[in-house]
């Protein structure tokens, strides 16, 4: 299937590893532009070089969501590099979770400013060219949003506020042309994952074996990060014209809720 992505422009925040990097590569790979924010200025160049030697038009900046001036020159970089927008991708987060009771409030409020501030913000600056394009927002959010355990805050009640915020822009942009989903990830291969793997005292299959014995995953395996690319891809251009306010499960069949 050709998704039609030719000559168009998205920004990835998180883009310089995992999921962002895998979806970086496939709209490279389909004939787009890619902007890519993230905070690891080493990182980050190594993955906008790869990108470029895969034929890539890249643009990066090392940069903070948190930062609101980090993200009006992001977006302000890009529209002066690629003359449109024609996406974005809310995807920056890191995992925090934990005992309730040991979250004081600087936990919650960084967690909060990361993850659904972070997208509130960048999806603010660049809506007016998101308006010109009749462009997308999508937002990479957690099962948990859907479907909390335990242990899981702050981060399952950011997903939520995520999952909140892509339904209600979805309904309230939709008259403009402009479409909001979002992809809600289950256990997929990632660094820090693999960080934790070290930490254990095992290897990185070892320990994914072990996630989807105790997870109970219906596929019998974890996610890997072009699967994310794949869809995310998907969701970003023409061909999913006609979805807005979805939000889909990346999750192996994890979750109980569709």
């Known amino acids: ?9 998205f920004l990835i925040t998180g883009g310089s590893a995992g999921l962002g990097r895998a979806l970086a590569r496939t709209l490279v790979g389909e004939g787009a532009s890619v902007a890519l924010l993230a905070r690891g200025a080493e990182r980050l160049a190594a993955t906008a070089e790869e990108l ?36 974005v991708v809310n995807n920056a987060g890191t995992l925090a979770a934990g005992s309730f009771a ?75 042309g402009i479409r909001v989903n979002a992809v809600l990830i289950g256990v997929i291969e990632s660094a820090q994952l693999e960080h934790r793997a070290s930490l254990a005292g095992v290897q990185p299959a070892e320990y994914y074996k072990r996630m989807v014995s105790d997870a109970r995953i219906p596929l019998g395996r974890v996610g890997h990060p072009h699967e994310y690319g794949d869809l995310a891809a998907f969701l970003l251009s023409p061909r999913a014209s006609y979805l807005t306010g979805a939000a889909i499960n990346l999750d192996g069949g994890l979750c109980p809720l569709a």
């Open 1 to 9: 299937m050709q998704l039609e992505l030719e000559g168009k422009a």
């Open 52 to 87: 470029r030697e895969a034929g890539g038009d890249v643009l990066e900046l090392s940069g903070d969501v948190t930062r609101l001036e980090d993200l009006e020159r992001f977006v302000e970089l890009a529209r002066e590099r690629f003359a449109r927008i024609d996406g």
């Open 102 to 176: 040991e979250h004081d409030d600087s936990v919650w409020e960084a967690d909060l400013s990361l993850k659904l501030m972070g997208a509130v913000r960048l999806t603010r600056v660049a809506l007016p060219a998101l308006r010109e394009s009749k462009g997308v927002v999508l937002n990479t959010l957690s099962i948990t949003g859907k479907a909390p355990e335990a242990y899981t805050t702050p981060t399952s009640v950011s997903r939520a506020a995520g999952l909140a915020l892509t339904k209600a822009l979805s309904r309230e942009l939709a008259p403009e």
